[in-house]
Each structure stands twice: as structure tokens, then as C-alpha cells.
């Protein structure tokens, strides 16, 4: 048994529902007072806080590599059950079953991903009588296949985008179909979901690749690879309304949600409402999504996805018989608890509003901070979270998480870190307040994409609603400039680095006791014994040289190229936080401080930056001899495939072989053109992050 509630999550605040809880059939309900979270992270820490404000009992399950994770402190209970590898562990039925049949858990509740949409395991669930908080097997299934879901739906008079479902799954059928359709078509997964098993072929020089691309993928994430061929939207919009059903065939929609910006298929901001949708569009998709949910006798909570063209037009895309990830930002324009009405409706109780009562308020904005690098083609990341600080939740503002400073974020799983949700009455004004909070964020240790979230949110485009699937890849060069820092924020970082070692400087010499050490700076001491001091600084891309002059303490001059300023600072210490207070030429401002293996971590009202001093030229150049000649592993992966052998030619571009990180697969090409001259990996290896993998030879 685990210490109950510790480390609790930031509180969610919402409305309470507009009524109370009422049974038509009070002997139809099933009390839940305990509830099984058969997932991990934030997903799992958000279904516990609302188990307590509901007075439920909750227990965890968890990996080897979660034994110390947010979510086993959060749970009344928590059971190990297996490896780190999903397969080992949140994806074993019978184990999850075993635990919930020995701690009298009345319910499981799957979250999202692993166990959510397998419709073996809502039937073991029925098979064992354990309610399973979501819909119907027989939902899952007609909803989980595409082609299945696809003539459901144009049964139900909902509208669909055409294109080939059948059985011959040949790759020249698929072929064949492809060329009938007309390109670009996208290649998806019948049981994908969340980008898994999703290509584009834009050509048929493209096809067979992605392809088998395509399948290698699906195989992997869900042991299925049966395909279907669709016609490509040029420039679509990806809206999606949130149903609820109940077991008394009560329906309702709780309005649309926007979740264009995508990269890799996935989505990274999402709002609510869709920006720009006629009144008219509104109630036609949410009343089109509705026909999709009653067409399966769905129960619980559910999202029906659309592709939206140009003209408002909109075309079924597929239903995910889940909660989603982005759920919170329909909580925060309804005022409506997603995971209470889960709960209360897999309990036999009817929906506690109807359609006419839900109402719109405001404007809320999701976005996902994930351990990636966006400068590297989105590649996620892994380790450690050496600092974390984030934003002070409030009613409009949400973080949504399952790891503190300290933790890992691992290798096994999805590298999401966390979600920021901010409500406001307007959209303009929710944009400006998600921006404002991404720049209080702090997180040091492992790349992360905060600061692109912030460059994206503050694209003049975005601000103006003009999104689509494929906006980062159109405004791309604006998205990704050539990042300057300016001479302020280099002054900044040089009086950081300076105060900073006075500071740690003078500590060590109180922690020897010795006043008269020659570490222990008091008035008018020169640092380091020396008049004027040049410092390099990197900003990622290229050396900066600040030569700064002792004037007395805490005052000195810096010259950057042709110019000077006058610049003055000290430290301060609040709630944990290293604070900088600085005068540059007359100008006052603050940011605070953190410093990781010799880089300086700077955030400012303006944005965040890293500054790092520079190397010696041996260090420098034994960090990239594993690159010379070959290629290096972009992040810590197993190898799923390699393409070559010892001796092959090969061209700049071709595939060598294929990782699998992170969920995800990363096809590894060639920098340039030569001969295999050895492969280091074997299939079923675990590369870490910067090992070479495949040596050339010209």
C-alpha cells in the first residue's frame, strides 16, 4: 500500500454541473466508491483528482520505470506489474485485471492510449464484471476500423471523404486505388490513431514507400496493418466535436474543438471553439457528430473528427471512442467535469443536461509541451528534469501533468511533459495569456518545444485564425529563423555568469570559515583579481564575445563589437528561484537564472534562452568524430530495421536503416553518398543518442 495523495496535482476548477446527478432507474445504478486508472502520467493524475472530489477510492498500476512516478504517489493504492516496455506492463490485461479483482475495484478507467480503444479488453472488462469506463466493445469496434466506421457513417447521413476500404489489400490494389483516386492521398492504419500508421504520398514516384512505411508503423503500434487509400484534403482544418451518450439514450455535444496545427500528424495547440465557424456550421457538425455517436448505441465520452475544407464543408474523418488529450479545453467553455460525467454515466446514471442547457463561454487554448527538439525535425527527447517551474494554476489557468523537477521523462513512453490550458472571454485575449504563460515556463535538463509553442501561438497567422493541417510546413522559414540575441540579453547572460561565480566563489569561502580567504569578495574586490575579463558566450548557432570591465561592485561596462553599456545587477532569492535584477544602460528588468552543465538558462518577459560558454576545440572536435564518416543515432531508440549491408552503395538520402523511439518511427538516411563499410546495430538493439549506426567509407 502506498502513502494516499501525496504530491497532489494542481486542482482542476470547474462549474459544477447544471444539475444534479438524478437515476431514472435508481436499481439500474452500480455504485463506484474504487477505480483502477489503467494508464500512467497526466492522464492518470487527472482521472485521480477527480476520483477525490467525488469521494472515489483510486488505485494505480505501474511500470519498473514508473515505481516512482506522480501518479503511483497520488493513488491510494499502487501495484507494480511489469517492465518498463508497455507490452510488459500497461498493455497486460490479465494483470491489470488481476489487481483490479484483488483490490475490490468496482471500475477501470483506461485514460488514453495503451488499453483505451481495445475492444478484447472492454469485453474482458464485461466478462469479469468490471464496469469499463467507456463505450460499448461493440462501439470500439465499428469505430476503431476505418472502413467499417466509414459505411456506418454514410448510413447515418454523415457526411465522408471518399476512397477505398475493401479487403484486397495487395500493394498493387492499394496502388491501383491510389492512381484512381488521384494524388496526393493519404495512407492510414484501419485501427490507427494519433498519427500511428499515417503516410501522405503528395506523388506515385512517393507510394510504395510510404506505403510500407505506413504498415511497419501500424504493425508495430496496434498488430494490424491493413490499410485504406483516401483523397487528400489540400489545406484542411481538423475539427472534432466532443459527444457524451448515457445508458438512458441521452445525447448530447459539447461544441467543437480546433486542433489544425499539427506536426507528424499530432497535434500540438487546440482550441475551443473552432475560430471563425458560422453558428449554422456549428450546429450542423454538432448534430452530424451526435448521428455518428447514436449510430453505434455510444456511451460515455467520445470525439468525432472531421476534416473541414475551405467553404466549411466537412467530411467524417474518424471517431476516437476515448477521452482526449486535449479534453480540458472543452471543461474550460462548458464548465463541465469530462471525467465526473464519465464516471457518473459508466455508473448507470443519465446525462445531467440536455442540449438546449450547454452553453459556450469564452475562449480556451491547449498547448503540449513535449521533450522534443523542434530545430531537429520535431525528434522527442529523454532524461532528466534537472529544473522545473511552471506557471501558478488559477481558474483560467490550467497545467496538466504528470512529473515533478527531478523525474525522468523515459524512453518507453509518449514524451509529453505536460499541458497548458488558459481560459479567457475572448480569443485574442486567451492567445496572449497562453503566451504569457508558455514564457513563465521553465524546464532545464532536456530539450523541449516551449519556445517554438511561443514563436507558433505568436505567428500573425495563427492570431489571425488562418490554420490548416499543414501550417508549419507553409510558414516554416518564419517559424524556424536564424536566432539572434540581442547585445541586452548578452549583457544579461555575461553579469549572470559574473554574479553567479562571485556568489558560489564567496559560499565556499564562508564554508571554509576563513574571512581573510582570497575568495571572499567584499566591497570594491576585483573578480578574479583582474580589471577586465572577455567572456564567449554561444547562443546555439554562433560565438559572442562580451569583454566586460570591473567599475566597483555589482557595476561594470561590457563591450559587444563596436559598442558599450553600462550595466549593473545583482542576485535574488525567491521561492527557490535565482532571480537577476539588472540596470543595462538605464533600462530595468529581471530574469530568472538557471545554470546546467555549463550553460546559463535566461528567462526574460521577452522569451527564454540558453547561452553556454565556449569549449575547448579538443572538446568540440571529439564530440563529432562519431558523425564523421556515418551516422549517428538522433535519440536513444531501438532499431526496427536496417536496409543495408557492409559493401552496399548507397546515395545521400537513402534509407540505412529504422528506428523506433518514443512510439514513433525515424527512418535513418544517408548524409552522403558511399560505401557500408560497417553496421553497429542489430535488429532489436537499443541505440543510445548520439551512437554512430552506420559507418561510410567514400
Not at 569578495?521 to 566586460?548: A, K, P
Request: glycine fraction near 8%; include cysteine; hydrophobic fraction near 40%.
Amino acid at each position: 500500500m502506498w502513502a494516499s495523495l501525496r504530491n497532489v496535482c494542481h486542482n482542476i476548477r470547474l462549474a459544477p454541473s447544471i444539475r444534479s446527478w438524478q437515476s431514472r432507474n435508481a436499481s439500474s445504478v452500480q455504485a463506484i466508491d474504487k477505480v483502477l486508472i489503467a494508464n500512467r502520467g497526466e492522464i492518470a493524475c487527472r482521472v485521480m483528482r477527480t476520483a477525490k472530489k467525488l469521494g472515489i477510492r483510486t488505485v494505480a498500476v505501474y511500470s519498473e520505470a514508473d515505481a516512482a512516478s506522480m501518479h503511483v504517489d497520488m493513488a491510494d493504492e499502487a501495484y507494480l506489474i511489469g517492465g518498463a516496455a508497455s507490452q510488459d506492463s500497461y498493455l497486460r490485461q490479465d494483470r491489470i485485471i488481476d489487481v483490479a479483482k484483488a483490490t475490490g475495484a468496482q471500475a477501470i478507467h483506461p485514460g488514453y492510449g495503451f488499453l483505451s480503444e481495445n475492444t478484447e479488453f472492454a469485453e474482458l472488462c464485461q466478462e469479469e464484471n468490471i464496469i469499463f469506463i467507456g463505450p460499448p466493445s461493440s462501439a470500439i469496434r465499428d469505430m476503431g476500423i476505418k472502413s467499417t466506421s466509414k459505411h456506418i457513417m454514410s448510413a447515418a447521413g454523415v457526411p465522408i471523404i471518399e476512397g477505398y476500404h475493401g479487403e484486397d489489400q495487395s500493394d498493387d490494389r492499394l496502388r491501383q486505388e491510389a492512381e484512381r483516386i488521384g494524388y496526393p492521398v493519404m495512407i492510414k492504419a484501419v485501427r490507427g490513431g494519433g498519427g500511428k500508421g499515417m503516410r501522405i504520398a503528395m506523388t506515385a514516384a512517393e507510394f510504395d514507400e510510404q506505403l510500407e512505411s505506413a504498415k511497419r508503423e501500424a504493425m508495430k503500434s496496434f498488430n494490424d496493418d491493413i490499410m485504406l487509400i483516401e483523397k487528400f484534403i489540400e489545406t484542411p482544418r481538423h475539427v472534432e466535436v466532443q459527444v457524451f451518450g448515457d445508458k438512458h439514450d441521452g445525447y448530447v455535444y459539447l461544441f467543437e474543438r480546433d486542433c489544425s496545427v499539427q506536426r507528424r500528424h499530432q497535434k500540438i495547440i487546440e482550441e475551443a471553439p473552432a475560430p471563425g465557424l458560422s453558428e449554422e456550421t456549428r450546429k450542423e457538425i454538432g448534430e452530424a457528430a451526435v448521428r455518428a455517436a447514436r449510430a453505434v448505441d455510444y456511451v460515455g465520452a467520445g470525439t468525432v473528427e472531421f476534416i473541414l475544407d475551405k467553404h466549411q464543408k466537412f467530411y467524417f474523418m474518424e471517431m476516437n471512442t476515448r477521452l482526449q488529450v486535449e479534453h480540458p479545453v472543452t471543461e474550460m467553455v462548458t464548465g463541465v467535469d469530462l471525467v465526473e460525467w464519465q464516471l457518473q454515466v459508466a455508473a448507470g446514471n443519465p446525462l445531467p443536461v440536455t442540449q438546449s442547457q450547454l452553453k459556450l463561454r469564452g475562449h480556451a487554448f491547449e498547448a503540449r509541451i513535449y521533450a522534443e527538439d523542434p530545430d531537429n525535425n520535431f525528434i522527442p527527447g529523454a532524461g532528466p528534469l534537472v529544473h522545473l517551474s511552471t506557471p501558478a494554476p488559477a481558474d483560467d489557468v490550467r497545467i496538466e501533468t504528470g512529473v515533478r523537477q527531478g523525474d525522468d521523462v523515459s524512453v518507453h513512453y509518449d514524451p509529453m511533459i505536460a499541458k497548458l490550458v488558459v481560459w479567457s472571454n475572448d480569443r485574442s485575449s486567451a492567445l496572449n495569456k497562453m503566451r504569457a504563460r508558455l514564457r513563465q515556463y521553465q524546464i532545464v535538463g532536456l530539450a523541449t518545444n516551449i519556445r517554438f509553442l511561443d514563436d507558433l501561438a505568436g505567428h500573425k497567422d495563427f492570431a489571425a485564425a488562418n490554420v490548416h493541417t499543414g501550417f508549419i510546413d507553409e510558414h516554416y522559414d518564419e517559424l524556424f529563423p536564424k536566432r539572434t540575441i540581442s547585445a541586452t540579453t548578452l549583457c544579461q547572460g555575461a553579469l549572470a555568469m559574473i554574479l553567479m561565480e562571485q556568489d558560489q566563489v564567496h559560499s565556499n569561502a564562508v564554508l571554509t570559515n576563513d574571512p581573510f580567504s582570497p575568495f571572499n569578495f567584499g566591497s570594491g574586490s576585483r573578480f578574479n583579481h583582474q580589471l577586465s575579463r572577455q567572456i564567449v558566450l554561444n547562443n546555439g548557432s554562433e560565438d559572442c564575445t562580451i569583454q566586460l570591465t570591473y567599475v566597483d561592485e555589482g557595476n561594470f561596462t561590457a563591450q559587444i563589437g563596436e559598442e558599450t553599456f553600462d550595466i549593473s545587477g545583482k542576485l535574488e532569492f525567491e521561492n527557490g528561484q535565482t532571480l537577476l535584477a539588472s540596470t543595462i544602460d538605464g533600462m530595468q528588468s529581471k530574469a530568472s537564472v538557471v545554470v546546467n552543465n555549463e550553460t546559463l538558462h535566461l528567462y526574460t518577459a521577452s522569451g527564454s534562452y540558453q547561452l553556454s560558454q565556449q569549449l575547448p576545440k579538443f572538446v568540440t572536435a571529439t564530440s563529432s568524430t562519431a558523425a564523421k564518416g556515418g551516422t549517428v543515432a538522433p535519440m536513444p531508440g531501438v532499431i526496427e530495421k536496417v536496409n543495408v549491408a557492409a559493401g552496399d552503395e548507397v546515395n545521400a538520402g537513402d534509407p540505412l536503416l529504422v528506428m523506433i523511439a518514443m512510439k514513433m518511427e525515424y527512418v535513418i538516411r544517408a548524409p552522403k553518398a558511399g560505401v557500408v563499410k560497417q553496421i553497429l546495430f542489430n535488429v532489436g538493439d537499443t541505440a543510445p543518442k548520439g551512437a554512430s549506426l552506420v559507418q561510410l567509407k567514400k
